[in-house]
């Protein structure tokens, strides 16, 4: 390496630098000169602000001339390269996502403006640009293919503020790289109307827990789900030890993330303990009659679900299967969203709400962290009482003689063909064949 570095020091191929655009499409604002030193490291050097894409043209070459000479021990990590270090810290800490949506997102819409730059010197006017792109792209046309929905820009701005604030302040030492914040004072991206919560009336709950053409393994989740309104994670992760039939109560300790379908705590970080509804009670009974036939990857589990990215796409097609079919289930726009697996969550929440429960035992519940979150709830269900129909109906007697009659995980000889062509699903058991699942998908 030795060698290398002086060879380059003596001569050989004339240094012209690398300039780094904010326009690498139109190449008419630059912002600096990638140059070498003479120890091989790698260093941005900016340029005065109003330099003109010619002067930066004859500036580069000289500037990388005479960095051949220059060492500065005190070189630091491009944002790209910091951005590594610091997913990686997130994910030993625990933060799934870390590695999969964070990275994602910071290489998506924040990495083209920022990525090049000195970790240690990029400054406010940069985190600017990045928010006045994310603006950008929330204006642009619905149907274009760089739009962004505004929570969605909103959860980048979070990413990149922590990740500056970590930059100066963070807990661990060997992440902290300056002595500044230089998104502090820095406004986030505008926000966009709030979509409307999306819930079942009980008329609506009752035709598709009904609905025999739907398979009765789907039929228990939704009821369940409903019922207990624990998050999608809680209930992949509920044990037979968690439901504690004596006293009427479910136990809520864990979730199962998504990404590395590993066990973790709640999303609030608490547990949490639900009292039965005496609906309910049947079902769990006998799902807890078949615990011990869970074998393979199954084994210890008390509910099956579907995977992840097939239970909204599914939800809506038993939905219309029984003969449900308002619109505002089915739509997506600006102001509304069509109706998901984790929108039965909500639709127990707003049930206890209009059947008069205690706001704060709600909040327990639910597991919310503020009581703002409860709060949205208890306003919904206070222009809903009239005409809304009972909350918690009495569940189909079959859930619970099939559930007690059979495994919920043992695969078992094809009985026929459910009627749902399009994913092929099989009727084996109370667990559907998932494996064709997948041809669709869609967030839940």
């Known amino acids: ?173 060997a992440l902290r790289v300056r002595d500044d914040n230089p998104a502090e004072r820095v406004a986030p991206p505008d926000r966009g109307d709030v979509r409307a919560k999306n819930y079942l009336y009980p008329n609506e709950f009752r035709r598709l827990v009904e609905c025999a053409r739907i398979d009765v393994a789907f039929r228990i989740v939704y009821a369940v789900a409903v019922y207990t309104y624990m998050r999608a994670g809680e209930l992949v992760a509920l044990e037979p030890g968690d439901v504690d039939l004596e006293h009427d109560v479910i136990h809520v300790t864990r979730s199962i993330d998504r990404e590395t379908r590993k066990a973790k705590s709640t999303k609030s970080g608490t547990t949490r303990r639900l009292p039965i509804e005496r609906e309910l009670r049947p079902v769990l009974e006998g799902l807890f009659a078949q615990r011990d036939r869970a074998t393979g990857k199954h084994k210890g589990r008390l509910l099956w679900l579907p995977d992840h990215e097939d239970r909204a796409v599914l939800l809506r097609e038993h939905l219309q299967l029984a003969g449900v079919t308002r619109d505002e289930l089915f739509t997506s726009d600006a102001t509304r969203r069509a109706i998901t697996f984790h929108d039965l969550r909500a639709t127990g929440i707003t049930w206890a709400a209009v059947r008069g429960d205690d706001p704060l035992r709600i909040k327990q519940r639910a597991g919310h962290r503020s009581f703002s979150t409860t709060e949205g709830y208890i306003r919904e269900a206070e222009n809903l009482r009239e005409g809304f129909g009972e909350p918690f109906p009495p569940l189909p007697a079959e859930l619970a003689e099939v559930s007690a009659r059979v495994s919920a995980f043992r695969r078992r000889p094809t009985r026929g063909r459910a009627n749902f062509p399009w994913y092929g699903v099989e009727q084996r058991g109370i667990e559907p064949r998932t494996s064709a699942l997948r041809t669709r998908r869609s967030p839940s």
Not at 52 to 80: C, F, K, N, S
Not at 99 to 105: A, I, Q, T, V
Not at 143 to 169: G, I, P, Q, R, Y
């Open 1 to 173: 390496m030795a060698d290398k570095i002086a060879a380059k020091a003596s001569g050989g191929r004339p240094a012209i630098g690398s300039i780094l655009w904010s326009d690498p499409e139109t190449k008419r604002q630059p912002i600096g000169v990638r140059i070498t030193k003479a120890d091989g490291k790698r260093k941005i050097v900016r340029f005065d602000h109003g330099t003109t894409r010619e002067e930066a043209i004859e500036l580069a070459p000289v500037l990388a001339d005479r960095a051949r000479l220059a060492v500065d021990e005190a070189t630091g990590d491009t944002v790209a390269e910091y951005v590594e270090r610091w997913l990686a810290d997130r994910k030993a800490h625990g933060i799934a996502s870390a590695l999969s949506h964070d990275r994602g997102r910071l290489r998506k819409h924040v990495l083209p403006i920022l990525g090049p730059l000195d970790v240690r010197t990029f400054g406010r006017e940069d985190v600017e640009r990045v928010v006045a792109d994310l603006d950008r792209k929330i204006r642009l046309d619905e149907e274009d293919e760089n739009h962004l929905f505004w929570k969605t820009a909103s959860n980048v701005w979070v990413l990149v503020a922590k990740m500056c604030s970590d930059m100066a302040d963070a807990k661990d030492r």
